[in-house]
Structures are given as C-alpha cells and as structure tokens.
C-alpha cells in the first residue's frame, strides 16, 4: 500500500472540503488580495479599460489600501460586485485576517513557472501555501502574509556547464557571472517567505513604509523590463506621492526605493558583492487634457554592499546624470568615469480610451549610461530591450470580454558584432536575467 506524500493528502482534502466550504461563506472581499500582479489587480485594470473603473495611473505598483479603494468602482454594473463592494468609511482600527490561499503547480519534465513571486515550480510537484492578516488605522496599514513553498524538485537531464559540486546546476552558458540555477539542488526543498507584506503611513500626500512585497515598475502586464513579478520581492524601503500631485499642467506620482539584494545558495559570487545595495526611482506625469496619459521613467542601480557601510551618495544614487559624461570622475575605466555600480534605465507610456473600452503601452529599457545625448541618439539600441502591449475590453451585458497582446523583444542589435554587450533584467533581481537572445510575444483572452 502506497501512502500519498503530505502535499498531495493536503490538496486532496482543498478539493474534497472546497464545495462545502465555499457554500457556507459569504462572498469574499477582493480589495485586500489587489497585490502586484495579482488576479484582482489584472481585473481592475481590465475594469478601468472599459471605462468601469477611474482612470489612475497604473506604473507604481502595488497599490495601497487606499488606491484600490478609490480603483473600486461606485456602482455594481460589472461581474465581481458583490466580491469588490466599495469601500465604507473607516472608524477606528480594523483587523481581518487574509483568505488562507494554496497553489499547486505539477511539471512532468521540466521546471516550468512565469510570474509566480517567491514559487520555483520544479520538476513533480510543487505546493504553495499563504495565510496572514491586514491591519488599518487612519493613516497606517500593515499587510503580514508569509508564504510557505514545498518543491518536489525530481531530477532531470541538467545542460553541461562544466562546473562540479553545487555549481554544476547553475546557468549552462553563464555558471560564474549568473544567479540563474537549472535545479535548486538535488532534493526536495521548503522555503518559508515573507510574501506580500508592508507596513506603510499615508500622511499629507507622502507615503513612506516597509515591505517585502513584489513591485511592479512600467505599465507592462506580464512582461516589464525593470521589475516585475518573476521572482519574489525583496525587503525594501521606501518614500513617495500617497496619491498623484497637481502641478498645474498635469499630476505628478512618485517613489524613492531602497533594498537589499541576496543570492541563491548557488552562485559562483561569495563574500563582497554576494549581497547588493538597490536604489531605485519611478516617476509617473499625467498631462492635463490628456485623459488616461500616463508618461514615465524609472532608474535601478544595484552594487556591491559596502564593507564599510552605506554613505549617504549611496542613497541618492538615483538623481546623478542620465549620461556618464555628467558623472564625477573615479579614476577608474578608459573613461576615469567607471564604477561598480550597474543601472538600469526605462522610459515608458501608457494611454487608456476608456470610451473605446481600449489601452496601448509601451516601454524601452537600457543597461548603463550612455556618454551623452549624441551616443544616446546614434546608438540607442545598446543594451536594450522594449516591450509593447495593447488590450481590447467588449462589454457583453453583465460580462466583459478582454483581448490583450503584448511583445518583448531583447535580440541582439547590430552592435552586437563590434562591440559585446547584453540587456540585464532586474525583475528577478537578483536571482535572473534575460538572455542576450529573447523575443517572447503573448496573447490572451479571458472573460469575466
């Protein structure tokens, strides 16, 4: 007699007691479950594009409470309004603990996931499971919902890297310059996250808090260029707008990120630089006039951790110049302009026709400086990457209908034969990157 291993007698009892419980609860508030990426969140933008939802500015995320309150719409004309109600007003502080979620994924060949946060779905099964509690009181909001991850982890025929021990399962063209693990290992693993937690103040039009959550950066739906739901989030601060600024001829949305990066127990890099230092700024214009106009930018610099701890350059890495010609000499590099640091740079736009139930975005990202408009202008494909994306909402009596594509294309410019280089991703910052060789072009139809 063969016995069920834990994670299988656990989704076993979710599909057998399901019906039954889903029978005695009422319907649940989505509002709290709006995390970067997730289903609520796509089904709100899917609501703003067809005029359901008001138009806000969807390149800084997550959104906080008080964003999704106001993405909530005020009527009860479209399929989910009896899950997002709007909100009520607030008195005093309010606990109520998240909806306990468990996800299994089961590859049979080959390790397989996209966009699933802290999850590494190897090859068999892989069990996730997440729980915790939201908190409110005026100005405060605090989110704690860890996730625990079980992975089968089966082996599989690995790609030679010509590396031995643990490095052999590392990246097979990249092994000692790449955190990008084949396999985490040759057993089973548990890995216990702290998920989509933030602790945050709203005060005054300034936000500023804590988290671990996963951001989002650029009006991309699966495929953004700087950061992005790949990988889990990282602990982090940071400072910015609670809500869009009017500045006269248009608003203006804003953050300031701090965090920490750390590695896989499988990369080549030990000691300094195995743990980084990430700053990073987001901007977000919306003209006025211009309805449903989102204009933006984002930088990203990652380093190795000082030994000798931060200084305060370090933090204010994010408003040096655009071009490496405005940067203060080092002495080091053929240019006496070099450092250890790397940057990322995107620019990005976003128009929604909620009259035409239709939205277009775009995004262009690039690794480094260049050393001034010129080479920007005469070179603006080195160590680059862009994505384009448009979606179609029909309203089909109590249901809509949503048509999204969107393109990422990452190839190798002409440079590519005279001068080496490659576009790094920091979505998955700072565990993977995207290869030197991608295109990727997605297309999907849901209905609500």
């Known amino acids: 007699m063969s016995v069920l291993p834990r994670p299988y007698l656990a989704l076993a009892a979710a599909l057998l007691f399901a019906p039954a419980l889903r029978a005695q609860q009422p319907a649940p508030d989505l509002?709290?479950?709006?995390?970067?990426?997730?289903?609520?969140?796509?089904?709100?933008?899917?609501?703003?594009?067809?005029?359901?939802?008001?138009?806000?500015?969807?390149?800084?995320?997550?959104?906080?409470?008080?964003?999704?309150?106001?993405?909530?719409?005020?009527?009860?004309?479209?399929?989910?309004?009896?899950?997002?109600?709007?909100?009520?007003?607030?008195?005093?502080?309010?606990?109520?603990?998240?909806?306990?979620?468990?996800?299994?994924?089961?590859?049979?060949?080959?390790?397989?996931?996209?966009?699933?946060?802290?999850?590494?779905?190897?090859?068999?099964?892989?069990?996730?499971?997440?729980?915790?509690?939201?908190?409110?009181?005026?100005?405060?909001?605090?989110?704690?919902?860890?996730?625990?991850?079980?992975?089968?982890?089966?082996?599989?025929?690995?790609?030679?890297?010509?590396?031995?021990?643990?490095?052999?399962?590392?990246?097979?063209?990249?092994?000692?310059?790449?955190?990008?693990?084949?396999?985490?290992?040759?057993?089973?693993?548990?890995?216990?996250?702290?998920?989509?937690?933030?602790?945050?103040?709203?005060?005054?039009?300034?936000?500023?808090?804590?988290?671990?959550?996963?951001?989002?950066?650029?009006?991309?739906?699966?495929?953004?260029?700087?950061?992005?739901?790949?990988?889990?989030?990282f602990p982090h601060a940071f400072l910015g707008t609670s809500s869009p600024w009017r500045v006269g001829i248009g608003r203006v949305h804003g953050r300031l990120v701090w965090g920490s990066l750390s590695q896989s127990d499988f990369s080549a890099v030990t000691g300094h630089g195995s743990r980084r230092f990430m700053t990073g700024l987001l901007g977000v214009f919306t003209p006025r006039g211009l309805d449903g106009l989102e204009i933006g930018g984002a930088r990203f610099f990652h380093t190795a951790w000082p030994d000798g701890g931060l200084r305060f350059s370090d933090f204010t890495e994010p408003f040096q110049s655009l071009f490496k010609q405005g940067v203060a000499e080092t002495g080091e590099g053929p240019d006496d302009r070099s450092s250890p640091d790397n940057q990322l740079a995107s620019a990005f736009a976003r128009w929604v026709l909620p009259g035409a139930g239709f939205e277009a975005w775009a995004e262009f990202a690039r690794e480094d400086h260049s050393w001034d408009l010129q080479d920007l202008l005469l070179e603006p494909d080195h160590s680059s990457a862009y994505t384009l994306g448009a979606r179609k909402v029909w309203r089909r009596g109590p249901s809509l209908l949503s048509l999204r594509g969107e393109l990422l294309e990452a190839q190798p410019s002409n440079l590519q034969a005279v001068r080496r280089h490659s576009i790094r991703d920091s979505r998955r910052a700072p565990r993977r990157h995207v290869p030197s060789r991608a295109r990727r072009v997605l297309a999907t139809v849901s209905t609500r």
Do not use: K, M
Not at 44 to 72: K, M
Not at 181 to 202: M, V
């Open 31 to 233: 509002r709290a479950e709006a995390t970067a990426g997730s289903e609520t969140e796509r089904y709100l933008r899917v609501l703003q594009t067809a005029g359901l939802a008001p138009l806000y500015p969807w390149s800084i995320r997550a959104f906080s409470p008080r964003e999704i309150d106001r993405l909530v719409p005020d009527s009860a004309g479209h399929p989910w309004a009896a899950r997002l109600a709007p909100a009520g007003p607030l008195h005093g502080p309010q606990l109520h603990l998240l909806r306990p979620g468990l996800r299994t994924v089961y590859n049979s060949a080959f390790p397989q996931g996209s966009n699933d946060g802290a999850v590494w779905a190897g090859r068999g099964a892989t069990v996730a499971a997440t729980a915790g509690f939201a908190f409110r009181w005026g100005a405060l909001s605090v989110r704690v919902e860890p996730q625990v991850i079980w992975a089968e982890n089966r082996s599989f025929a690995l790609a030679a890297n010509g590396q031995a021990d643990s490095l052999r399962f590392d990246d097979p063209q990249n092994p000692l310059s790449i955190d990008l693990p084949q396999r985490f290992g040759d057993g089973s693993l548990t890995r216990i996250d702290p998920g989509q937690s933030t602790a945050r103040l709203d005060v005054a039009g300034f936000a500023a808090g804590v988290s671990t959550a996963n951001q989002q950066w650029g009006p991309a739906e699966d495929l953004p260029l700087l950061l992005g739901t790949n990988a889990a989030g």
